[in-house]
C-alpha cells in the first residue's frame, strides 16, 4: 500500500502555513517600495501576535506581547492606507478585544486593558496631546471648581477597567483613560471650571477685624458633608472671599446671588461688637485678702479637695485689703 502524500499527513501544519500565507499577502502591495508608500491590509481572523508582527515590519515599532493576550482580529482595507495609519489601526483593533498598547522606553507592550493600568506609560499634565486608541494618565488641575466635587460628575463618562481620582490637596483629578476620552473630558473640564460670573461686592466690617473673618468665613465655607449618593452637598460653595484690610472691608464674589447673600448675613452676624474692657472686671473686696481669695476661687475652678478648700477659705477670710482682677465676669 502506498504511503499517502505529506499534505494529507500533516493537515495542521498546512493550516498554519495557511495563516502565514494571508500575513503575507496582506502586506503584497507593494511588495518592494518607498517608506512612505501605502500598504493594503487585509487580515481576516488573523492570530493576534501575527498581525503584530506584521505591523512591526511596517511601522519599525518594537514589541512585546504579553502570554495572556490570545485571538484573533480582523482588519481590512478597501484601498491603501498610509503607513502612518497602520499603527492606530491596530490599537483600535486591539481595543475591540479588550487589549491595549503601552508605550515606554521604545517599546510597546500589548497587555490585558484590565491590567493596563499597572504598567506604567505615558503621563501628561494639562492640554492633552495623545489621540486615538492609546491609553495614556493625564493629571489636570482645576482653577475653580473643586475636584472632588467633580469627579462624581465625570466617573460614569469614564471607560470600562480605567480610572479617575481627585487630589483635593492641589484641587486635581488624575485620568486613565484611552487618548480620545481624555480629550473629550478634558473639554468638558473646561467647560465647567469657569470662573464665578457675578460682580464682586465690598462688604464693610465694623467692629471685627476684615482678615479674622476672611479666615473664618472660608473654614465655614469648606466642603463638609454629603448628598445623596455620596455627591458633597449645597456646604461645597464657590465662593471667592478678598480682605481689604485698608478700609477694613470684604470684597465677596460669587456666581450664584444666592451665596452672596448668605454671605453677606453670616457677617453681619460675626460683625459685632465686643465688651468694653474684654472679660476682665475688678472687684475691690473689704475684708479678705485678694491674693488668698483668687487662690480660693482657682482652688473651686480646679476640683480642690475639701480638706484644701477649707485651708485656703480659713486663710482668706484673714482681715486685709486689696483688689481682686479676675476673668469670670459675666453679664
Known sequence: MEP???????????AVLAGLLAVALALAAPAVGAADDPVT????????????KAVAEITGRNFVVDPKVKGTINIISARPVARNLVYPTLLSALRLQGFTAIESDGVVKIVPEAEAKQQGGAVGRGAVSATGDQLVTQVITLKYESAAQLVNVLRPLITPNNTIAAYPNSNALVITDYADNVRRIDRIIAALDQAPTGEPILVPVRHASALDLVQMLNRLLEPSGTGAGGVPGDTQQRVILVA???SNSIIVRAD??????????LIEQLDTPGRLGGNIFIIYLKNAEAS????????????GSDATLQNV???????ATGGLATGLGGA
Request: no cysteine; net charge positive; aromatic share 4%.
Open 313 to 319: 477659705n480659713s486663710a482668706a477670710l484673714a482681715p
Open 41 to 52: 491590509l487585509n487580515f481576516v481572523n488573523a492570530d493576534i501576535e501575527a498581525v503584530v
Open 4 to 14: 499517502r502524500p505529506p499534505a494529507f499527513r500533516r493537515p495542521l501544519a498546512g
Open 256 to 265: 450664584n446671588p444666592g451665596r452672596v447673600t448668605r454671605v453677606r448675613q
Open 244 to 246: 481689604d484690610p485698608r
Open 292 to 303: 488668698r481669695v483668687a487662690q480660693t476661687l482657682r482652688a473651686l475652678l480646679s476640683g
